[in-house]
């Protein structure tokens, strides 16, 4: 059994994760650690000559190419007129790009609640003020203008959509209602919009979803935004990713001189292999990586059965579950030990509610971006865990 009294000295999300890697049932963070599918083995093959082709290639080049697959490949193409989008090494850098302009700006933010606690973190280092914004004003298209109006203190609004950890989610032609009223709000109160696209991804190929240019509706409606896309959270590349953020005009000149102050360029190498990579699904609508999703998915709703964990439905099938702790004796704090204890490694929802951590207590997230055959053996002990409903401090 392993010993977990460090764990409460954990700050943050990443150092859990940190701790997580070093585990063989790690279901801790939100990256893709499962195989390649076998489209994708064939790019791992093509290495070789990605490498020399990106030496002799000009990095303008791969930049627009790579930039044109991924906005292309959801059909965003609005977002390359002008195609002036800044390339990060990672979302969490292209954050810091955005706090670097709203500290500089002296701008407070509306924060969306629950998120992943870096984007807390990232704001509360740049000294920004911050207010919590409730997932869940954001629920009813008809009344999403009226409660920005009672509960947006900030002058800025940072959501995260499809959401993490909840999978909540305004993308799509279903919510386009709940979306152009977000819009409106902004344009009403001179408000600027901020939105972390990260997991937007797995939406691609999802029936559920009918997706449009959203960017065509945000250049239209002449508000200012700031939009951040990753590949990170989509591919199993082994963190080689790119971030990229998307600015409307009116503040591209002051994110672009911010930008250059500390960063030249993104891997050439990187570029061409990520172009490789997104061609591939749009080619397959990422049927390899949503069926993956499905079926682990699938493997934890059945080991929940009969158990006091819930999974929640979410709109968005990211490559993230959120479970609810249905035993009011039992926290997340307490849970997410004990499965540690156990060998499994998931996260406690605290984290998540950066304004107000003891709401988090009744909920876990569960990474399912992993091989099947690591996600059953790992959802087992899970499994074990919770018929024994073994306690810490025994």
């Known amino acids: ?169 305004m993308l799509g032609l279903k919510n386009r209602k709940s979306f152009e009223e977000i819009i409106r709000f902004c344009k009403d109160y001179d408000k600027i919009l901020i939105i972390d696209h990260c997991f937007a991804n797995f939406l691609m190929g999802d029936e559920a979803f009918e997706l449009y240019d959203t960017y065509q509706l945000l250049r239209d409606s002449g508000i200012k935004y700031i939009a951040i896309e990753d590949t990170g959270k989509a591919w199993p590349i082994q963190d080689a990713k790119v971030a990229m953020l998307k600015v409307s005009d009116h503040l591209y000149e002051e994110m672009y001189s911010i930008y250059t102050a500390y960063l030249l360029n993104i891997s050439p190498f990187i570029l061409n292999v990520l172009t490789q990579y997104v061609l591939d699904a749009q080619q397959n609508q990422f049927s390899f990586t949503r069926n993956l999703l499905e079926k682990n998915r699938m493997i934890l709703w059945e080991t929940l059965q009969d158990t006091f964990l819930e999974l929640q439905q979410p709109m968005a099938k990211v490559s993230v579950a959120w479970c609810q702790i249905k035993d009011p004796n039992m926290t997340a704090t307490q849970l997410q030990q004990i499965f540690y204890k156990n060998g499994v490694y998931v996260l406690p929802g605290t984290y998540f509610y950066w304004h107000k951590p003891e709401e988090g207590e009744q909920y876990i997230r569960v990474s399912l971006a992993r091989n099947t055959d690591n996600f059953f053996q790992g959802m087992k002990i899970l499994k074990q865990t919770l018929d024994q409903k073994v306690c810490l401090l025994k």
């Open 1 to 169: 059994m392993k010993q977990v009294s460090h764990m409460n000295k954990f700050e943050d999300l990443t150092q859990h994760e940190v701790e997580a890697l070093k585990q063989d049932f790690n279901y801790a963070n939100a990256r893709m650690y499962q195989s390649q599918s076998p489209s994708q083995m064939k790019i791992v093959q093509q290495l070789p000559e990605l490498w020399l082709e990106a030496e002799q290639t000009k990095q303008e080049i791969l930049n627009y190419k790579f930039t044109e697959a991924f906005y292309r490949m959801r059909g965003l193409e609005s977002a390359l007129n002008p195609n002036n989008i800044m390339l990060h090494y990672a979302a969490s850098i292209a954050t810091i790009h955005v706090a670097n302009y709203l500290m500089k700006k002296g701008l407070s933010i509306s924060l969306i609640e629950p998120c992943f606690d870096s984007l807390y973190e990232i704001l509360v280092d740049f000294k920004i003020s911050l207010h919590p914004l409730r997932e869940g004003l954001l629920y009813e298209a008809n009344q999403i203008y009226d409660n920005l109006k009672s509960h947006v203190k900030g002058d800025a609004i940072f959501l995260v959509d499809p959401n993490n950890p909840t999978g909540f989610t």
